[in-house]
């Protein structure tokens, strides 16, 4: 009986705290959370601000489906302000309530933080916090009030300008997720999704490493949320709200699309602090086939999707060949001499596509550079632009180039179609499954991964070898080859002459 009652106090304690909570900031006595990091992270000014993200904002566009679930960038405006706008740009414009999740950067805790504040402001504003909502979800035991931890943190305040400007109205329920279980998360937030919510979850993605390591971890996380792997790696900052959003979309038949993704050096040219930070914008579309209402367009918006199109790579036209060759020799050039990237005008359609692709450079026929995208993760000119300068400047197996380099170097490019898995029942079995100077072949075992383009079947033809050499380049042994997991894939190879 003592039992029962102290029970029963806790439940009548934690209804009457919560009822509390948000009946003691009386209307004309609002708690308002300050913005922590304007003038820093984004521009104090309101017209500039304003100004700043409608410019970030039109850059994006309209899908043929409003996305549910987005994820986002938080850093500097200056460095991911052009990724996040594309995600924003895409939301229904009558979105009423944002689900808006980030990392804590600064305080530990478990579970999931709320805050006890009236309105968040930043210099556009005050938005008003979903009350009704944040009170639904204090009922749960992993929902905490944690203003010390919302106070100084900046991953969910730097998204807050491009919904203002983004959408007419809307409430927010702010949300720091730390040690907490994605999938418990997931189903704490599914049944206050409603067509006019939306849930956001803000994440930077590799930290802390040199441009090579940050593109190789990057494309291994960007592989992890596109083919929706939940038990491959992730390194980014908001790791944990990213996998509430993959929880979040199985529960909901939507499938992630990949609208950009780039680095600080990327976007600047510079390397800050000795190190660059990767950035993906990604919204979650309506499966094909599922209940969700569709456009008429819609079939179009699926064969749109950035995924790397085998039919659209088998064949490239000359044209599309050689402004690709001559774009690749431009983006060498400036790297090498220190100039900005080029920005190309009148951009073949082709190019506009979302394919993998590799940069590869020669010097009187030997290697002296190779880096690529193995999926679509970016159009396919942006793609080439980045290669071709980490080809030259960043392949970990040569010294930077040099611009008494240049005119001995041959620029070549390969053109991807998409990685399928290749499943097999036994060596021989995965031999026979092999073509040479036609597949591609992705090796993957124990977090280690390493692929070669169809063209290295030139130097390596036998198929035992092939794959014993693409073992050793992962830093596996001899034999590892017999027990990996494989992904082939076909390559248009072309080279200036």
């Known amino acids: 009986m003592l039992f029962l009652n102290i029970r029963l106090l806790q439940s009548v304690f934690t209804g009457v705290f919560i009822m509390s909570l948000f009946s003691c900031n009386a209307a004309d006595n609002p708690i308002t959370r300050s913005p922590a990091v304007a003038g820093q992270f984004y521009s104090q000014s309101p017209d500039k601000l304003k100004k700043e993200i409608e410019a970030y904002l039109a850059k994006g566009k309209k899908l043929d489906s409003y996305p549910q679930l987005i994820i986002s960038p938080h850093a500097g405006h200056v460095y991911s302000g052009q990724l996040a706008g594309l995600g924003f740009a895409a939301i229904a414009p009558d979105v009423k309530t944002v689900i808006l999740m980030g990392p804590s950067h600064r305080v530990a805790f478990e579970g999931i933080a709320v805050s006890g504040a009236d309105y968040f402001q930043t210099p556009l504003g005050k938005i008003p916090l979903d009350k009704k909502l944040i009170g639904k979800l204090l009922t749960n035991r992993l929902v905490t009030v944690n203003d010390p931890a919302h106070k100084p943190e900046h991953c969910l305040e730097v998204q807050l300008p491009f919904l203002q400007v983004a959408l007419k109205s809307f409430s927010l329920v702010p949300l720091l997720l730390h040690d907490v279980d994605e999938e418990e998360a997931a189903k704490l937030l599914n049944p206050l999704i409603d067509s006019k919510t939306i849930v956001v979850a803000s994440s930077d993605f590799a930290h802390v490493y040199d441009y090579c390591e940050c593109k190789k971890l990057d494309e291994q996380s960007l592989e992890t949320i596109l083919s929706e792997m939940a038990d491959r790696p992730i390194e980014a900052c908001g790791e944990t709200p990213i996998r509430v959003i993959m929880e979040l979309a199985k529960m909901r038949a939507l499938k992630p699309m990949l609208l950009d993704a780039r680095n600080s050096q990327d976007i600047t040219g ?219 894939y076909q390559a248009i190879h072309f080279e200036e002459q």
């Open 270 to 488: 510079q390397v800050g602090g000795g190190y660059v930070v990767g950035y993906a914008s990604i919204v979650y579309l309506p499966a094909e086939g599922s209940s969700s209402e569709k456009s008429k367009t819609d079939k179009k918006a699926e064969n749109s999707r950035p995924e790397n199109k085998t039919e659209s790579t088998s064949i490239i036209s000359e044209p599309d060949k050689q402004f690709l060759l001559k774009l690749a020799r431009e983006a060498l050039t400036r790297s090498v001499k220190g100039e900005n990237p080029p920005a190309p005008a009148d951009i073949p359609a082709f190019a506009q596509e979302f394919c993998g692709c590799f940069v590869t450079l020669t010097k009187q026929g030997e290697l002296r550079g190779c880096i690529g995208f193995l999926e679509g993760y970016k159009p396919l000119y942006q793609g080439i632009i980045e290669n071709a300068r980490s080809a030259a400047l960043q392949d970990p197996r040569f010294p930077p180039v040099t611009p008494g380099e240049l005119d001995v170097i041959k620029v070549e490019v390969s053109v991807l179609t998409k990685p399928q898995p290749l499943e097999y029942s036994g060596t021989q079995d995965l031999l026979n499954k092999i073509t040479p100077n036609v597949d591609g072949i992705i090796l993957s075992k124990n977090m280690r991964q390493s692929t070669y383009l169809p063209q290295v079947w030139e130097q390596l033809p036998d198929k035992t070898g092939f794959l014993e050499h693409l073992a050793m380049k992962a830093g596996l042994g001899r034999n590892d080859w017999k027990d990996a997991q494989y992904k082939k």
